[in-house]
């Protein structure tokens, strides 16, 4: 997916931040080999990771009218087990308003694009051919000021301003119990997504709309829903309520490109949706499109097709350029969501769903509810709440 980013931005939890992070990227040409090149690693890359460290402390704990920037934040390189010299990855330590901490680990690969970076410059000069694999890795940096408050070299302290977010407030069990759930994973820290089974086919309809046409295209569009309070838990989840369909895009057999137009139907829908009292806590949570292709370039199914239960082969996942997509029109939104529709080497639909974990975009599962059983449940407890920045029509 590609195209630029729309004129009035969601909300984020991403702000400017000083430098340095003490962190750095090592990238060499084979898994021993001597190092290539090196680059500190800059606040701006860890944005997404600093807004996610802000949603588990704060919203993922039910304090979704805090804002941000009472939730400082401090980064610390994690390290191997058994090598207390070879960095694995970084925590970002935090605070919740009742003063209780909160320490979310990140693994080196959301760092990846700092990687990709480097690699294209490598690239370039002539070092690196296109195509060629490289390695990399994470390290410190030893450039961190010493302060009476940071005694730690491998520390620094942030901050931000920002405004609370729009929600929902809605019991939480209930949902779940009439609710199917799609791709369960046991002990999931992550918090729950319910999809209406509406907005739910109205998404693959679509995005399977692509695959009826020769040669097949690309199409797909924006999830939109609402961030939901359960006032007994205090949980935060998320209710996908509408999938609207990307128009005036460019499609292509292989990408999906948003245009200008595009975006200016978008932002039109969401300024009438704020301006409605009863979808004025409504958002972009995230997209969705198809890959409506076959894998491996269509290599016909191996042996173990005949007889395997599930195909593993399969087109739905994210691209290199579908997360580069998601980075720059949802960054700082820990929320997002991708939904991407593809084919086995069957030539059976399959699908794949993501949310963010750990600094970038992983697959999770998903609860589907009719959207008649969804608004039973949300009637019996009809409450929004808007921080003041959210309730003029504005960005939520």
């Known amino acids: 997916m590609s195209g630029s980013n729309p004129t009035t931005a969601e909300t984020s939890l991403s702000v400017p931040l000083p430098e340095p992070t003490g962190l750095a990227i090592e990238l060499r040409l084979s898994a021993q080999g001597p190092v290539a090149a090196r680059e500190t690693v800059a606040a701006g890359d860890l944005g997404d990771a600093f807004a996610e460290a802000r949603w588990r402390t704060g919203a993922c704990r039910g304090f979704l009218d805090t804002p941000p920037e009472e939730l400082g934040v401090k980064v610390s390189p994690s390290f ?12 970002i330590h935090s605070q919740d308003p009742s003063g209780s901490p909160c320490s979310s680990p990140f693994d080196f690969d959301c760092l990846e694009p700092v990687a990709s970076r480097m690699a294209a410059r490598l690239i370039k000069d002539g070092t690196l051919q296109a195509g060629e694999s490289y390695f990399y890795s994470i390290t410190t940096t030893n450039d961190l000021p010493k302060t009476p ?8 302290q942030f901050s931000s301003r920002s405004s609370g977010l729009s929600h929902v407030i809605c019991e939480l069990a209930p949902l ?45 569009g924006v999830l939109i829903g609402y961030f939901g309070l359960c006032p007994v838990s205090r949980r935060i989840f998320v209710v996908v309520t509408d999938a609207l369909e990307a128009t005036d895009a460019a499609e292509k057999e292989f990408s999906l490109s948003f245009s200008s137009r595009t975006w200016a139907r978008i932002q039109g829908i969401m300024n009438a949706r704020r301006e409605d009292p009863l979808t004025a806590a409504h958002r972009l949570l995230g997209q969705f499109h198809s890959h409506p292709f076959l894998p ?27 997360h580069l997509w998601c980075r720059a029109v949802f960054a700082g939104q820990p929320w997002q969501i991708g939904h991407v529709f593809g084919l086995n080497a069957r030539g059976d639909d399959t699908e794949a769903f993501f949310g963010q974990f750990r600094g970038r975009l992983r697959p999770r599962g998903y609860h589907v509810i009719s959207g008649s059983a969804l608004s039973e449940i949300t009637m019996k407890s009809p409450s929004v709440s808007l921080p003041e920045s959210d309730s003029t029509g504005g960005p939520a």
Do not use: W
């Not at 491996?296 to 579908?322: I, Q, W, Y």
């Open 296 to 322: 491996d370039n269509g290599a016909p199914p191996c042996e173990a097709c005949a007889t395997a239960k599930v195909c593993g082969r399969n087109t739905a996942f994210l691209s290199a350029a579908d």
């Open 149 to 156: 408050d940071e005694p730690k070299a491998s520390q620094i």
């Open 176 to 220: 779940l119990e009439q609710a199917r759930s799609v791709d369960h994973r046991e002990n999931d820290p992550r918090h729950p997504v319910i999809y209406t089974k509406e907005a739910r086919q109205s998404a693959e309809r679509i995005a399977r709309k692509g695959g009826d046409v020769r040669p097949p295209v690309e199409k797909g």
């Open 80 to 91: 191997h087990s058994d090598d207390p010299k070879r960095c694995v990855g970084f925590r």
